[in-house]
């Protein structure tokens, strides 16, 4: 039997052969509000691996470290193991979302900068917004740390937009997850419609999760149609 050694709401993390290394295998469930809202969605496990292995490949071959190593099947993918670092670092070119709604700011304002923010992962608490310097006060990562990630996080805005802008795809907003390493500090967990926010450049049309939570239908057709547009730059 594979070792499971950690079970998210939408991943499994199994134990590797190497122990440098584990399995991240993706789930069809889909979830929001804190896993609230829950459902199966045939399909979705596959199409985010693939959509995240894609992009994992372009930012290593644009100098950005990450965890990933290989896709073993579909919806598996061999990485690197991390320490995970417990905050999530949200990174944002048009208003949406929480930031809309917290901050009295119409859906679809652009941004005069890119916004970095930060959550604590904690489902328990409902993943609250946390600031640099309460994030050093509690010892969950240094400011040398928390530096690089958003230098490293801004670098991965820079060439997403531009990969995304190639597929007629504009990227709103989106959530990263760092990790310590053998290597220092790497990108870990995933980049996928569930993690962004991506729209269809000339209609608006949400290709991401947001179909989920707003109940808009279509949401693995959202998807596999990011998926074949990123596909169709190379
Ligand atoms: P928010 O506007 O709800 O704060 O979400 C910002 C971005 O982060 C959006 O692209 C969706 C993503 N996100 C996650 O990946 N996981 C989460 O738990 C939440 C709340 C948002
Ligand atoms: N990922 C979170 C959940 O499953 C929230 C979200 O993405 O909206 O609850």
């Not at 991240?24 to 292995?53: C, M, P, Q, V």
């Not at 604590?120 to 040398?144: C, F, H, V, Y």
């Not at 597929?167 to 907003?173: E, P, Q, V």
Request: hydrophobic fraction near 40%.
């Amino acid at each position: 039997m594979e070792k499971v050694l950690y079970e998210g709401k939408s991943k499994l993390v199994c134990a590797a052969l190497d122990e440098q290394n584990c399995i991240i295998r993706y789930k069809d469930t889909a979830t929001a509000f804190d896993g609230k809202k829950k459902e199966e969605l045939h399909g979705k496990g596959a199409l985010n691996a693939a959509i995240s292995n894609f992009i994992y490949r372009y930012l290593e071959d644009n100098g950005v470290k990450t965890h990933f190593i290989k896709a073993l099947d579909e919806t598996s993918v061999l990485v690197k193991r991390a320490e995970i670092i417990m905050v999530e670092v949200i990174v944002r070119n048009v208003a949406a979302g929480s930031f809309s709604r917290k901050y009295g700011v119409p859906e679809g304002y652009w941004l005069k900068n890119a916004a970095v923010e930060f959550s604590l992962k904690s489902d328990e608490l409902g993943d609250p917004m946390i600031n640099a310097t309460q994030i050093t006060a509690l010892g969950i990562a240094s400011k040398a740390e928390l530096e690089e990630l958003v230098q490293t996080a801004l670098k991965i805005n820079k060439l997403l937009v531009e990969l995304f802008m190639k597929a007629g795809i504009k990227l709103i907003d989106f959530k990263l997850e760092f990790g310590r390493s053998g290597d220092g500090i790497i990108l870990c967990d995933e980049i996928s419609p569930d993690s962004c926010r991506l729209w269809e450049d000339g209609t608006d049309k949400k290709l991401d999760k947001d179909r989920f939570r707003q109940e808009l239908g279509g949401v693995t057709e959202g998807y596999a149609d990011v998926l074949r547009r990123l596909k169709s730059v190379g």
